[in-house]
């Protein structure tokens, strides 16, 4: 029998709570974070709005002199571990050198991080400085501060955890990956808990521009921002980016229930496949997500029947959404029609390696609050995606189990499946 793996910490920073409780009473309220961009001056720009984290300060989760050390999504890797921590019973009082070592064996615990891009603000400063004054006025930490691991070595850091700490790298993913790897770690016996989840920020010049250029992102309402990003919508016309970190403290049931932990969920499946198709589009056949989805439910041993919610990658671009709904089709059949399916992003924009932490926590709260959270915009309905995407307002019910669906850059697709812990 496999050996069973259950949540007992969640921690995030997202643009509509940065903290859990924020952040489901907002799923609850069908809230937007999308507005405009104050982290840079648009001018030139044809994209001018994000779901951008508001006032975060690093300096609540960690030591300030470090966190300037640490790029954006590094920093919002350790604030939200830092939450997950303590929600867990997991966080240790800081010592003088402002390390808080976890309260369990540290040479069982693991970290895996999912990112997709890095410190990329740290790229795009250092670029600046190196052309306009030489490479000897390039920031000292440029390379440690800018490479996708550090997210996963910081918490590993702070936290003092000796066990494996990874990183996954999977585009938008990553975070789903990530997840998938922790659960992996904890069934082979190679770790009692795993801090898990992914993070994001690349509200820059350089990122909206490239991804501007790629005609990925919503232009059409960027009067209106709060309206634009509009999964399976027929008037759709991109994503909006966002940004944050969702982490879960994971662990094997019997650590967990031996020492009296509060478990919120279980983490019972997790599935993954490649398109084999492009470097950007999914393969509109739907196939290869429909493979990552029957991967999961075959790990959890369910059948499509038992999933009462979807939690769909849903990015309000025009190829993403109906090849999203065809694989959703291939691999729940005729009980496609039947379950509750939503976009939060609809909300949150697009948090690329984000995403998939912040997302599997949007899980758990439907789980444990029974509702299913809106996909908002949903004004006018694409033909080609006629499920129930949860239009508007959240709908309430049981839950017994959810799913939450990632597909990345370069045909990569995850797929995690939650359960009611009983």
């Given at each position: 029998m496999k050996k069973k793996v259950v949540v007992t910490g969640m921690g995030?920073?997202?643009?509509?709570?940065?903290?859990?409780?924020?952040?489901?009473?907002?799923?609850?309220?069908?809230k937007s974070g999308i507005s405009k961009i104050t982290a840079f001056d648009t001018t030139g720009f044809d994209v001018t709005?994000?779901?951008?984290?508001?006032?975060?300060?690093?300096?609540?989760?960690?030591?300030?002199?470090?966190?300037?050390?640490?790029?954006?999504?590094?920093?919002?890797?350790?604030?939200a571990a830092s939450q997950a921590l303590s929600s867990a019973g997991l966080i240790g009082e800081a010592d003088a050198d402002g390390k808080r070592p976890v309260k369990c064996n540290r040479e069982r615990t693991g970290v895996v991080i999912g990112n997709g891009i890095g410190g990329f603000e740290v790229v795009s400063e250092s670029h600046k400085k190196l052309f306009s004054d030489g490479p000897k006025r390039m920031l000292p930490l440029t390379v440690p501060m800018m490479i996708p691991n550090e997210a996963a070595g910081n918490i590993s850091m702070i936290y003092c955890t000796k066990g494996p700490a990874y990183t996954q790298v999977t585009a938008c993913a990553a975070g789903t990956d990530a997840l998938g790897q922790a659960l992996d770690l904890i069934r082979s016996g190679r770790c009692d808990v795993v801090i898990a989840g992914g993070t994001e920020a690349v509200i820059i010049p350089f990122s909206i521009g490239g991804f501007q250029m790629l005609k990925a992102l919503s232009v059409k309402r960027c009067g209106e921002p709060?309206?634009?990003?509009?999964?399976?919508?027929?008037?759709?016309?991109?994503?909006?980016?966002?940004?944050?970190?969702?982490?879960?403290?994971l662990e094997s049931e019997d650590h967990a229930k031996a020492r009296g932990a509060e478990i919120y969920a279980q983490l019972a499946g997790y599935g993954a496949s490649a398109d084999a198709y492009h470097i950007t589009s999914p393969d509109p056949s739907g196939n290869g997500g429909a493979a990552a989805i029957k991967n999961a439910l075959a790990d959890a041993e369910l059948k499509p029947e038992d999933i009462q919610y979807y939690n769909a990658h849903g990015t309000s671009t025009e190829i993403n959404d109906p090849t999203e709904t065809a694989m959703i089709k291939i691999a729940f059949g005729d009980h496609a029609y039947k379950m509750?399916?939503?976009?939060?992003?609809?909300?949150?924009?697009?948090?690329?390696?984000?995403?998939?932490?912040?997302?599997?926590?949007?899980?758990?709260?439907?789980?444990?609050?029974?509702?299913?959270?809106?996909?908002?915009?949903?004004?006018?309905?694409?033909?080609?995606?006629?499920?129930?995407?949860?239009?508007?307002k959240a709908q309430f019910g049981e839950i017994r189990a959810a799913a939450s669906g990632s597909l990345g850059f370069g045909g990569h697709n995850g797929v995690v499946i939650f359960k009611k812990y009983e």
């Amino acid at each position: 029998m496999k050996k069973k793996v259950v949540v007992t910490g969640m921690g995030l920073i997202s643009p509509i709570g940065s903290n859990v409780e924020d952040f489901c009473s907002a799923l609850k309220a069908g809230k937007s974070g999308i507005s405009k961009i104050t982290a840079f001056d648009t001018t030139g720009f044809d994209v001018t709005i994000a779901g951008e984290v508001k006032n975060f300060d690093p300096g609540l989760y960690m030591d300030k002199k470090e966190a300037r050390k640490m790029a954006r999504f590094t920093q919002f890797a350790v604030a939200a571990a830092s939450q997950a921590l303590s929600s867990a019973g997991l966080i240790g009082e800081a010592d003088a050198d402002g390390k808080r070592p976890v309260k369990c064996n540290r040479e069982r615990t693991g970290v895996v991080i999912g990112n997709g891009i890095g410190g990329f603000e740290v790229v795009s400063e250092s670029h600046k400085k190196l052309f306009s004054d030489g490479p000897k006025r390039m920031l000292p930490l440029t390379v440690p501060m800018m490479i996708p691991n550090e997210a996963a070595g910081n918490i590993s850091m702070i936290y003092c955890t000796k066990g494996p700490a990874y990183t996954q790298v999977t585009a938008c993913a990553a975070g789903t990956d990530a997840l998938g790897q922790a659960l992996d770690l904890i069934r082979s016996g190679r770790c009692d808990v795993v801090i898990a989840g992914g993070t994001e920020a690349v509200i820059i010049p350089f990122s909206i521009g490239g991804f501007q250029m790629l005609k990925a992102l919503s232009v059409k309402r960027c009067g209106e921002p709060e309206k634009a990003s509009r999964p399976f919508d027929a008037d759709r016309d991109g994503f909006v980016m966002g940004e944050g970190s969702g982490i879960l403290v994971l662990e094997s049931e019997d650590h967990a229930k031996a020492r009296g932990a509060e478990i919120y969920a279980q983490l019972a499946g997790y599935g993954a496949s490649a398109d084999a198709y492009h470097i950007t589009s999914p393969d509109p056949s739907g196939n290869g997500g429909a493979a990552a989805i029957k991967n999961a439910l075959a790990d959890a041993e369910l059948k499509p029947e038992d999933i009462q919610y979807y939690n769909a990658h849903g990015t309000s671009t025009e190829i993403n959404d109906p090849t999203e709904t065809a694989m959703i089709k291939i691999a729940f059949g005729d009980h496609a029609y039947k379950m509750k399916i939503s976009s939060t992003k609809s909300m949150h924009g697009h948090c690329i390696a984000g995403s998939g932490g912040i997302e599997a926590i949007a899980c758990i709260l439907a789980i444990r609050g029974g509702f299913y959270p809106p996909t908002i915009n949903l004004d006018s309905p694409d033909p080609e995606c006629d499920l129930d995407y949860v239009a508007n307002k959240a709908q309430f019910g049981e839950i017994r189990a959810a799913a939450s669906g990632s597909l990345g850059f370069g045909g990569h697709n995850g797929v995690v499946i939650f359960k009611k812990y009983e």
